[in-house]
């Protein structure tokens, strides 16, 4: 399954599907880290508003592409977590720590604005 | 209505997509709570993982379960893996042989109302979990 990457100045936005098995995240992982080497990105935001299962593979692999761009000098955001996918989440003891999330894309662009500015 | 029984083959990480998808078409059917039902898909995502990552192959079979004054919904998920040696080890949140995160169990048990398991080392593991319309 193909995943939108969309470039947007210095940051790239990749927008998750509903039905991404573990290949597809594997293969996230590494097209999403190699395009921040590619466009010189300061930022990924993750927006996986559309996916309704956030397993314990899923959450691994976010954590994972958010360390992996972390370590390229870039940030990245996770946003639109749903409320039921948040509460199966915490029920099933999964957390993103360490890793940015806001509740929607322009929350998240907001965000790395802001975060751009001070560093600036 | 709904049919009373689904049974899903689990072969690969693709089929894990399909048996929560499945599982959450069959509990949105029953009448279950969108929260609930993404608890439910949830849980078919772990146990369905746990049969790719741990034994290759297995089945998910889903069900409709009726209890006293409720209707449920069962998830049974068996395979003929290597079983496992320490069953309370593996219910104990952190544990994992196999390098992934190792909450699956004790966090399918969470998600679920009603959970067992039964295995022995050689003859394969099955895990059933229900949970109850609220």
Known sequence: MEVPILKQGAVLIATFQAALSDADLNQLRMGLVQQVVKFRSRAVIVDVTAMDVMDSFASRTLREIAHMIRLRGAETVIVGIQPEVAFAMVQLGLTLEGVATALDLEEGLAYLNEKFKTTN | MSVGEIRVAINSDQDIVSARQKGRVMATELGFSSGDATLIATAISELARNI???ASKGQITLKVVNGLNRQGISVIASDDGPGITDIRQALRDGYSTSG???????????????FEISSQPGQGTTVTVKKWRQ
């Open chain 2, 52 to 54: 790719v990552s741990y």
């Open chain 2, 100 to 114: 992934s995160l190792g909450l699956g169990l004790p966090g399918v048990r969470r998600l679920m109302d009603e």
